[in-house]
Each structure stands twice: as structure tokens, then as C-alpha cells.
């Protein structure tokens, strides 16, 4: 077994692997920017290295920068985390040159999986389910053909892409090659590669995953699946597992297919194979993702296992402890992402200091975190300040654990997407499990309850006397007799204002 290990990463995650190696006997590496000097992971660790500027391309995405650190710290692997550097082939081979276990698959299953068309040519000819469409890159000609085949509407993908980038939805011939000249060249800004490839659309499908592990002597198991359809701009926001529609033949079904495109890959390591899930539940090959996920520890909770402490000896080279009869879901999990961003203000990054802090606990519950209060949240990585896991025997448990949870957590000094779950676990669409990638645009459309109207009474008494108190001291203006009291609703907010100006010269 390794005895150190570099964590090349930090926020939730580091303390997560770190939380791992302490477990086993393994000492750890931090690394750590300019501003995050005083972050969590920094604290949990046996080492800390300072690595530059807050700029990711200074610090968490330098190879060089990350290499000196383990040959100074005399670190034997290192664990990318999600993000930065972890699905970066250069990354794994300069690792593997330079004598460092890197902790994940090896360079040339991450070169397969990072090119979309190739990924399809090598699944294709495993017998692997695809959503009708090309296999390669097409110029517009062969487009138009095969747009025609397989019928609109259909999707443009940037091969280079995935996660959503370079996409564009086609729904007629006359659309084709406007969006055929923007995805091209979307895809050579973005990526520097302009290869196009045609799926059909598939309308609002489910995004389910499938957990895999390998180990590096030909054994490749499945720990059953996360339905991660509640998501926002191609950004997951909330997990679960199981699925609310997969049942133990589907699971097998999905599973086995999972386990294929691992062994097609020639995949070691922890990875996830993403599926679109049509209304018929027909499942299609999406992507791969060759790393540990956000969402891991759902999977980690219906099944029993660390997932990370399983990476590492796997990268080991120890064998997989377990067969695939001996894998057994049990219970429910789900998961919220909570993010340091204003669900009242489209979304946007809200930085800061928290300045109070008092978090959940109790029965079923698991929060992995890399915050604490007094800590300054910096704006220059991604805003998941921790993730709230529940979990229960079955789906209204776990629901109602983590209502609870929620309604337990409170973040001072910046805004959080908390409300965000609060009103996501009281919808019935959502506790019906009628929940597909469309859900979370349809919830922000409708607009909320309005807090203030539940309470009318006494707001209409509050208001009552302001009014009387107006009336007299400025002779019966601003309100007129005649609207006084029972107002119609056009002319209320109206009114208010008024009154508001008024109140304010005074
Ligand atoms: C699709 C699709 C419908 N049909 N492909 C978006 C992210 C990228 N990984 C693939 N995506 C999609 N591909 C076909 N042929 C719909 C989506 C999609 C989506 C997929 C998963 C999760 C959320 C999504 C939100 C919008 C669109």
C-alpha cells in the first residue's frame, strides 16, 4: 500500500480523500493557492504546499507545478479529485513518467472517453445501445442526409465537448446549416477542434448514471445507478439513488451495458457511464466520465462502500474485494449541492464570509463539506460549498430527512441555493418521482408562492393602521377615501409605493 499521497485538488473533495487516507494509515499532501491558504483541506492534512496564484492555470491546473510537489513531499500517488486535473490524459502519462501512481484510469482510456466520436465508434462496435446517429465527425452534405434518415429533430455535438458545450438542437432542415457554421465554430473556439457528429433528440430524457469499478487484473463490476435529472444549465444540482423508474431488471440491464463500455475502454479505476433514458425507458450510451463524481456518495450509502478508499487499492493493485453477486442496494440516498450562489438573482456566485454557521445532523444524515464558519468563500473556483446527503429505507424517508436537514441548515453572510431544495422537496411532481432534465426549468418558470399573501390578515392590519396614522397626520392624503381599505390588486402595489414616498420625506 501506498504510504503518502498527494491530493492534487481542494475544497469537499480534498477533504473527502483526505478523510480516506487518514482512515488508512496513508499520510497526505495538500496543496493549496494563495487564497485558499486558510481552507479547510489545508487543516486536514499531514502536509500543506503552497502552489501560486488563486488562477486555476497557476495552481490546481499546473502539471509542473503539481509533479514538483510530490517529488518534494516524495508522495507515491496522487488523487485528482473531479475537476482541474482529472480527466487530463497529459496529466495521467506525466504522472506515469514520472514514477507517481495516478490514482484513476490510464491516459489512453481517458483519451478514448475525451473524444465523443471515438468514445461512439469503439461503444458501436462493442454492441453498446447508441442513440441513432453518426459514429464520426460530418461535414454538412452528409449532415443534411443523415439528419433526413434518422429524422428531426436532432442534435449537433462538438466531439471535443460533452457536459453540454457545442451542443445545438436542430428541429428543421432550414435550421440545419446555420447551427451546422455556429457549433463548428463554437467547437474551434472552445475546444480548438471543430468536429461535428449528429444524434437524434431525444425529448426530455432522464440523465442516469451508472457507477463502475475496475481493478487492474480484468475484473469490472456495476454498484447500480444515480438519476441525476435535476439539473440546471447542464449543472447537477440534486442526485439520487435508485432511480425512481429503474427496477432490478433494468438495473441489471443498464449495468451489464456499463460494464462493457468499461472493459471496451480497457477502463481501471472508479467511472461513471452516463445514459440518456427516453420515455420508454430505452437507455442510450451518452458519455463517460473517467473520474470520481460529485455525486459518489449515494452510491456509497445504498451500497456500503467507500468508493475512494476502493480507487486507492485498486491503484494499488489489489484486486476487487468483491464479486458482482456480492454488491447488494439497500435503502435510498439523495443529494443536494449547495452552492454559494442567490437562487433570487439568476444564480450568480455569492462569495464571502460566513459568518455563521450551524449545521444538520441526526439520523441519516451525511454532509461533506469544505466550509466553516469564519471561513471567506473566494470567487475564484467553482461555488460547491458542501453537499447534504440523506439517506433512508426508502424514497419518502429520505425526503422527509432531508426536508428536515434542511430546515436545520443555516449559512450566514452569503446566500446559498438551500431555499432552492426546500421548495424542490415540497413539489409533488418531485416526490412522485416524475422528474426528468426539463424538471428544474419548469419549477424556476413557475413563480413561487408568495410568502406575504399566506399571512394577509395581519399584514392587512399593519397596513390598516399605517394608513389611519397617514390619514391623520397629513389630512387624508396619499390615500384616497374611496380606495381606502379595500383596494382592488392592480392599483395595491400602486398605493404602496405611495405611501412608501410618503413615508420617507417625512
Ligand atoms: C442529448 C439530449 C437529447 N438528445 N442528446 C446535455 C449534456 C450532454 N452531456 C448531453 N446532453 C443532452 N444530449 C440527444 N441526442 C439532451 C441533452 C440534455 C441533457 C442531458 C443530460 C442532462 C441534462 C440535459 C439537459 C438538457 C439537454
Known amino acids: 500500500m501506498f504510504k503518502k499521497i498527494l491530493i492534487a485538488n481542494r475544497g469537499e473533495i480534498a477533504v473527502r480523500i483526505l478523510r480516506a487516507c487518514r482512515e488508512m494509515g496513508i499520510a497526505s499532501v495538500a496543496v493549496y493557492s494563495d487564497v485558499d491558504r486558510t481552507s479547510l483541506h489545508v487543516r486536514h492534512a499531514d502536509e500543506a504546499y503552497p502552489i501560486g496564484a488563486a488562477t486555476a492555470s497557476e495552481s490546481y491546473l499546473n502539471i509542473g507545478k503539481m509533479l514538483d510537489v510530490a517529488r518534494r513531499s516524495r508522495a507515491e500517488a496522487i488523487h485528482p479529485g473531479y475537476g482541474f486535473l482529472s480527466e487530463n490524459p497529459q496529466f495521467a502519462q506525466a504522472c506515469a513518467d514520472a514514477g507517481v501512481k495516478f490514482i484513476g484510469p490510464t491516459a489512453a482510456a481517458m483519451e478514448m472517453m475525451g473524444s465523443k466520436t471515438r468514445a461512439r465508434q469503439a461503444m458501436q462496435a462493442a454492441g453498446v445501445p447508441l442513440v441513432p446517429g453518426s459514429a464520426r465527425g460530418l461535414e454538412l452534405g452528409e449532415m443534411a442526409r443523415l439528419a433526413g434518415e434518422v429524422g428531426y429533430p436532432v442534435m449537433l455535438k462538438a466531439a471535443a465537448g460533452g457536459g453540454g458545450k457545442g451542443m445545438r438542437l436542430v428541429r428543421s432542415a432550414g435550421e440545419l446549416e446555420s447551427a451546422f457554421q455556429a457549433a463548428r465554430s463554437e467547437a474551434e473556439r472552445a475546444f480548438g477542434d471543430g468536429e461535428v457528429y449528429l444524434e437524434k433528440f431525444i425529448e426530455n430524457p432522464r440523465h ?148 455563521l454557521l450551524l449545521t444538520p445532523a441526526g439520523p441519516g444524515i451525511r454532509r461533506d463539506s469544505g466550509m466553516y464558519e469564519g471561513w471567506t468563500v473566494p470567487l475564484d473556483y467553482d461555488p460547491l460549498l458542501a453537499k447534504l446527503i440523506a439517506y433512508g429505507t426508502d424514497r419518502q424517508q429520505t425526503i422527509m430527512r432531508l426536508r428536515r436537514a434542511l430546515h436545520e441548515y443555516f449559512v450566514g453572510g452569503i446566500k446559498t441555493n438551500i431555499p432552492l431544495f426546500r421548495r424542490i422537496l415540497r413539489d409533488p411532481e418531485f416526490a412522485a418521482g416524475k422528474i426528468d432534465t426539463g424538471f428544474l426549468e419548469r419549477l424556476l418558470a413557475r413563480p413561487e408562492a408568495d410568502p406575504v399573501r399566506k399571512d394577509h390578515g395581519p399584514v392587512a392590519a399593519v397596513a390598516a393602521g399605517i394608513f389611519a396614522l397617514l390619514d391623520s397626520s397629513t389630512g387624508g392624503s396619499p390615500v384616497s377615501p374611496a380606495r381606502n381599505g379595500a383596494s382592488a390588486g392592480a392599483t395595491q402595489g400602486a398605493t404602496w409605493k405611495q405611501v412608501a414616498r410618503q413615508e420617507a420625506r417625512r
Open 208 to 355: 442516469i448514471e451508472m457507477q463502475v469499478l475496475a481493478d487492474e487484473h480484468g475484473q469490472t463490476v456495476y454498484l447500480g445507478e444515480r438519476e441525476c435529472s435535476i439539473q440546471r444549465r447542464h449543472q447537477k444540482v440534486l442526485e439520487e439513488s435508485p432511480s425512481p423508474i429503474v427496477g432490478p431488471e433494468m438495473r441489471r440491464q443498464m449495468g451489464e451495458v456499463a460494464v462493457r463500455v468499461a472493459q471496451a475502454a480497457g477502463y481501471t479505476n472508479a467511472g461513471t457511464v452516463e445514459f440518456l433514458v427516453d420515455q420508454q425507458k430505452n437507455f442510450y450510451f451518452l458519455e463517460m466520465n473517467t473520474r470520481l463524481q460529485v455525486e459518489h456518495p449515494v452510491t456509497e450509502l445504498i451500497t456500503g462502500l467507500d468508493l475512494v478508499h476502493l480507487q486507492v487499492r485498486i491503484a494499488a493493485g489489489e484486486r476487487l474485494p468483491f464479486a458482482q453477486n456480492d454488491v447488494l442496494i439497500r435503502g435510498h440516498a439523495m443529494e443536494c449541492r449547495i452552492y454559494a450562489e442567490d437562487p433570487d438573482n439568476n444564480f450568480f456566485p455569492s462569495p464571502g464570509r460566513i459568518t
